[in-house]
T-cell receptor, first 114, second 115 residues
Framework: DVKVTQSSRYLVKRTGEKVFLECVQD?????MFWYRQDPGLGLRLIYF???????EKGDIPEGYSVSREKKERFSLILESASTNQTSMYLC?????????????FGPGTRLTVL | AQTVTQSQPEMSVQEAETVTLSCTYD???????LFWYKQPPSRQMILVIR????KQQNATENRFSVNFQKAAKSFSLKISDSQLGDTAMYFC????????????WGAGTKLIIKP
């Protein structure tokens, strides 16, 4: 079974802090995604990556950056956390590149910014 | 731009009943895919069922089936013989055929199965 893990289930940070959310998948998937999930809004794509060191902006990239130094790991970075970034963050992966396939999700990180 | 609309924020049914969740979408694309994902309380999002737009036959996975009406741009999910474990948020999602695998999501429907 595909396993996607996220570094924390719950995280509380202060306004202005730099926040790192990490995601690791164990199935050699080329594609990895970061979403935020807010009630009534569904999931919104922040960034995605289709290969190591490759990234593309999603619908709401402002205030976020990402890093993919290794194929299995995709990190989301909040450069200076703000209260409006309080949300549930979901990581997903999929494969193979060049074909439509299922996205597999991690358990999510519920981030609270005070 | 594509949009996905789920008009039912919350539904509840008795165990063993059949329930249908609605989803409509807007697109000018001819090649696309549609998905239903399930997110149980405090658990991971998982794929329930998917439909390729070019296929006329409705997808079925055990107790889950879809009613895909391409002309009407409707993609509803039917759950037969509902079980307590079906309690979850259900999300409808759309993907263009050449989208770089980006999904466009609906707002979700919270489904509660009552014993």
């Amino acid at each position: 079974d595909v396993k996607v893990t996220q570094s924390s289930r719950y995280l509380v940070k202060r306004t202005g802090e730099k926040v790192f959310l990490e995601c690791v998948q164990d199935m050699d998937h080329e594609n990895m995604f970061w979403y935020r999930q807010d009630p009534g809004l569904g999931l919104r794509l922040i960034y995605f990556s289709y290969d190591v060191k490759m990234k593309e902006k999603g619908d709401i990239p402002e205030g976020y950056s990402v890093s993919r130094e290794k194929k299995e790991r995709f990190s989301l970075i909040l450069e200076s956390a703000s209260t409006n970034q309080t949300s549930m963050y979901l990581c997903a992966s999929s494969s193979p590149a060049g074909a439509v396939d299922t996205q597999y999700f991690g358990p999510g990180t519920r981030l609270t910014v005070l | 731009a594509q949009t996905v609309t789920q008009s039912q924020p919350e539904m509840s049914v008795q165990e063993a009943e059949t329930v249908t969740l609605s989803c409509t979408y807007d697109t000018s694309e001819s090649n696309y895919y549609l998905f239903w994902y399930k997110q149980p309380p405090s658990r991971q999002m998982i794929l329930v069922i998917r439909q390729e737009a070019y296929k006329q036959q409705n997808a079925t996975e055990n107790r889950f089936s879809v009613n895909f009406q391409k002309a009407a741009k409707s993609f509803s999910l039917k759950i037969s013989d509902s079980q307590l474990g079906d309690t979850a948020m259900y999300f409808c999602a759309f993907m263009k055929g050449d989208s770089n695998y980006q999904l466009i999501w609906g707002a979700g429907t919270k489904l509660i199965i009552k014993p």
